[in-house]
């Protein structure tokens, strides 16, 4: 039973936070020189700002890196006894926060508090020679946290308290431009709590839906309803635990990031076969599905533009919905905890998130679980 419920984005006028998109995700680390680099040489990354005791911040070091409208921040703590040290210690590294870009971050603070939001932190401006900044935030599910970005009155490298980080160390991109959606895993029961959280507090739309029926294997299942603000910039879809034989892949990944938090970002490129192609070559792993899911592809999505043998080679999905198609793959997970991984998404007119691909990925998952005793 399909619950798909494309809803009109239009019977929302009064936007009462409008977003422009990500403006960076913020990640906690262990070592965020070395995760900066790993970044660079892996994914294409530039290097870009660096913040840390040198530029007269004292507990932490930062290191900002850019691909087109992609900006990354590795962040980590200088000593212990400090909420990043008591953040990677419990969930190892992780993404902190998903940082919005407003036109006014007083404004989505104060609407989005007064709605009910717990605050992060409230408006700050942050200034430097290169103008002012304002920053807000509040919190999301598990530890994350959204931070809103007012930075139309600066024309910094990145924001006040960094400096410009030049690198002799340039990798070649690898056609990674945007963030296209970013998944938060919840707990049992929580979904629809999160729902709630995005429908009231920040006025997204629940846009489509899939329950355990579409999002089943032999074994684990889950549940999953996508999230999306009024001009659809920004994606939230939000995956809960759903019963099955053994332990689904939302509650591995529960157990290891010890808690709530985002499950995977989704990178966008114009060009799959081309990124995915320069990512392997760097080392990135991705789940591989069995090469049998290509004898009826073409059944299934029929007409594409792309040769079927390179996909095949690099084992790229391709799923189809009302509005066109798109190709799509997902990396292991990156770090040592079975937690955040990346996709790899080119859209080519659809707008969902590859729902024909979930029975075969999951299973690959599954395959992936198992071999590390967590199914
Ligand atoms: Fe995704």
């Not at 900044?133 to 009155?153: A, P």
Request: aromatic share 12%; charged share 25%; hydrophobic share 35%.
């Amino acid at each position: 039973m399909i619950s798909l419920a494309i809803q009109s984005k239009i019977d929302n006028p009064i936007d009462f936070l409008p977003l422009h998109g990500t403006d960076y995700v913020e990640f906690y680390v262990g070592n965020a020189k070395q995760a900066a680099h790993f970044y660079k040489t892996a994914f294409g990354f530039q290097s870009l700002a660096y913040a840390g005791p040198e530029t007269g911040v004292k507990d932490r070091a930062s290191y900002a890196i850019r691909q087109n409208k992609l900006t990354f921040v590795f962040t980590t703590p200088l000593k212990n006894n400090n909420e990043i040290a008591d953040h990677i210690y419990k969930h190892g590294d992780g993404v902190k926060m998903l940082a919005l870009k407003v036109d006014d971050a007083t404004d989505a603070w104060e609407q989005t508090t007064k709605r009910g939001a717990v605050s992060y932190m409230e408006p700050l401006k942050m200034q430097d020679e290169y103008g002012e900044l304002i920053m807000s935030g509040i919190k999301t599910y598990g530890d994350t946290v959204h931070l809103f970005i007012e930075r139309s009155k600066y024309e910094g490298v990145f924001m006040p308290g960094y400096r410009t980080w030049n690198s002799t160390y340039n990798p070649s991109e690898t056609g990674l431009l945007y963030v296209d959606h970013c998944v938060g895993n919840v707990g049992w029961n929580q979904m629809n709590k999160w729902v709630s959280f995005y429908e009231n507090v920040m006025g997204f739309k629940n846009i489509l839906s899939f329950d355990d029926n579409d999002i089943s294997t032999e074994y684990s299942a889950l549940m999953s309803k996508v999230m999306s603000n009024g001009n659809g910039y920004v994606k939230f879809p939000i995956n809960e635990p759903a019963e099955g034989k053994k332990k689904s892949q939302v509650e591995e990944y529960l157990e290891f990031y010890d808690g709530e938090g985002c499950q995977h970002v989704a990178l966008a490129t114009l060009d799959i076969v081309k990124t995915v192609t320069e990512l392997q070559n760097r080392g990135i792993e991705f789940l591989k599905v069995p090469t049998t899911y290509y004898d009826d592809l073409l059944d299934r999505v029929r007409k594409i533009d792309e040769d079927l043998q390179p996909l095949k080679d690099l084992g790229i999905l391709v799923d189809r919905d009302e509005e066109g198609y798109l190709l799509q793959i997902f990396t292991k997970p990156v770090e040592d905890r079975p937690t955040l991984f990346f996709e790899i998404i080119q859209r080519k007119g659809a707008k969902s998130f590859g729902k024909g691909n979930f029975k075969a990925l999951f299973e690959a998952i599954e395959r992936e679980q198992e071999s590390r005793g967590n199914l």
